[in-house]
């Protein structure tokens, strides 16, 4: 699903017209010269219609209203699955979202805005020892060497999204800017940063430090399961 999709539906979740999102986006900017109904009605539009999607400053702004990420609304990071797991018998298999996008497990690979791919299977008491829960797993691939040998390149990876801010250490998917990669990340609370370092031993660079507030980041969510649990 592309942008103009993803804004559209969102929106009609909502019962929101296009003159109301038009006039809470207006709000949230600080619009002197308010935008109009036309300009939500371009950003529905695909591009072969003559639509243009949000600049990203907008898009961002556009994504919160929405009660979306901006991956999310960008179509790299779906967040729900397609059977309740509270609702489900332990026994009972619920199909995970794989998004049809590539995390980056060496450098940065640019967000791929492709319908997605199959979904996986797991068991519903599985993704709950997980604590994974109802809306917050998607399945995507890791590309690169860069955490071998625990997340091998082109191995499919469990993202919980629902558990983003305990920055301990461990595997999370991450964006930074159009980038998305996986690495180990822990809070620098010295500098209000945080250190990415990868797995490999021979990986260069194995650490970088990214400030969120100043770099355009966001974690996405913790790295569970790749074959086995990580």
């Known amino acids: 699903m592309q942008i103009h999709e993803r804004i559209k539906e969102a929106r009609k979740a909502k019962k929101w017209s296009m003159a109301t999102l038009a006039q809470l986006v207006s709000e949230a900017e600080g619009l002197s010269k308010p935008l109009t109904w036309q300009t939500v009605q371009q950003w529905e539009r695909p591009e072969s219609t003559g639509g243009t999607a949000p600049k990203r400053k907008r898009l961002e702004v556009v ?62 008491d599985f993704l709950r020892k997980l604590g994974i829960a109802p809306g917050k797993a998607v399945v995507v691939e890791a590309d690169g060497p860069s955490n071998e040998p625990k997340i091998m390149d082109g191995s499919v990876v469990l993202v919980n999204t629902g558990d983003s801010a305990r920055l301990d250490g461990d595997f999370f998917a991450f964006r930074v800017g159009d980038e998305l990669l996986i690495k180990r990340l822990e809070p620098l609370a010295e500098i209000s940063g945080v250190l990415a370092t990868a797995e490999n031993p021979n990986f260069k660079p194995k650490t970088k430090v990214y400030r969120p507030g100043i770099d355009d980041f966001e974690v996405i969510g913790r790295a569970v399961w790749t074959g086995a649990l990580l």
């Open 63 to 124: 994504a919160k209203l929405l009660d979306l990420s901006l991956p999310e609304l960008m179509g790299a990071q779906p967040s729900f699955l397609s059977v309740d797991i509270a609702a489900a018998n332990d026994n009972e298999f619920v199909q995970v979202r794989r998004a049809d996008v590539r995390f980056a497990n060496g450098h940065g690979s640019v967000f791929v805005h492709d319908e997605d791919k199959p979904p996986l299977s797991f068991r519903a």
